[in-house]
């Protein structure tokens, strides 16, 4: 890999678990348990999991929207858990995110154009006289009329609103753009246009996503890697095709097994996981998938698998796969 844009190291987010009438801390949820990957210059990072996972906290996390509890996030070798206001509201322009919601997301008392010019004036980065000029641009940029500056959100539809979500986040011109689940919410005719102007985008304007999602064919179809989180862990981390045609991982076994085949004639075998995900607030000891895994053995129990190389580009936290691969 080239030279990292964006690199996480062990990043965890605990929220703390208080009872009683003094508020006394008696345990921790690990949403996010240290994760670790890194995302270059103009690729595309699929993050995917079960929802609950810790997926939209390990986004939220990396742009300090919600603060960690430790690990270090650097960007373009700058840390950023360090930064103090002023400095860090300076990198947000180069750090943007699309939120999951198109419409919770959007002021519903400003209009579209409002909206649009918000970023421009905190980072001034258009004076009054060419704002509208810019703002017409953004719209066209992610295929809306220069009209639509002067209608309020509620006038879009789903797909229309996450445009102007999108026109939002490239206003301020970012390297690095966190997508939160940004077609979850759509219909699928939608979905496709929503992923090909980011495909778009990102061939025009050389921007770097880290694409979080559950829909694991988006993921592919959009992906140059991907990342499977399981209880606030990366479990399993490799190029696109490696992780769809050769998955180590159990979980992501079982996670793709479940993958609908357009093709009804075709069956596929599924991977039917046993229990419930455990509770992140007690978090099995071992390895945290082994209460779940058909091929979980007394070690999985005692050994914290740690993320390791098993490939070429292709890295498992798992101690079957770790101890085949050496």
Request: glycine letters at 6%.
């Amino acid at each position: 890999m080239s030279q990292a844009l964006l690199k996480v190291q062990n990043l965890k987010k605990h929220y703390p678990i208080s009872q009683g009438l003094l508020g006394q801390t008696t345990g921790h949820v690990k949403a996010v348990d240290g994760v670790s990957f890194e995302i270059a210059p103009g690729e595309t990072l699929g993050l995917v999991g079960e929802s609950g996972c810790g997926k939209t906290t390990t986004g939220r996390a990396i742009l300090r929207l919600i603060e960690p509890t430790s690990g270090d996030v650097l960007f373009k070798s700058q840390h950023v858990t360090t930064l103090n206001q002023t400095k860090l509201r300076k990198l947000r322009r180069h750090m943007q995110i699309i939120f999951q919601d198109p419409y919770s997301s959007l002021n519903p008392r400003l209009t579209v154009g409002g909206i649009l010019a918000e970023p421009l004036k905190i980072h001034k980065l258009a004076d009054k006289s060419s704002r509208s000029e810019h703002i017409a641009n953004l719209l066209k940029t992610v295929g809306l009329s220069p009209d639509a500056a002067r209608r309020y959100p509620h006038e879009f539809s789903g797909g229309q609103r996450q445009r102007i979500g999108i026109a939002r986040a490239l206003a301020v011109e970012p390297e690095l753009i966190i997508a939160d689940e940004p077609v979850s919410a759509l219909d699928v005719s939608i979905q496709a246009q929503i992923v090909n102007l980011l495909q778009d985008l990102q061939a025009q304007l050389g921007l770097t996503f880290l694409f979080i999602a559950h829909d694991l064919s988006v993921v592919r179809h959009i992906s140059q890697r991907v990342a499977v989180m399981y209880l606030g862990r990366i479990v399993e981390i490799a190029d696109r095709e490696t992780l769809y045609n050769n998955p180590q991982h159990p979980y992501t076994q079982a996670l793709l097994s479940s993958v609908p085949v357009p093709d009804p004639r075709l069956k596929r075998n599924r991977i039917i996981l046993k229990g419930d995900v455990p509770n992140p607030a007690n978090v099995p000891s071992g390895c945290p998938f082994h209460p779940r895994c058909s091929d979980a053995t007394p070690d999985c129990k005692q050994i914290e698998p740690q993320l390791l190389d098993i490939d070429t580009n292709h890295r498992v936290a798992c101690i079957l796969k770790t101890e085949q691969a050496a």
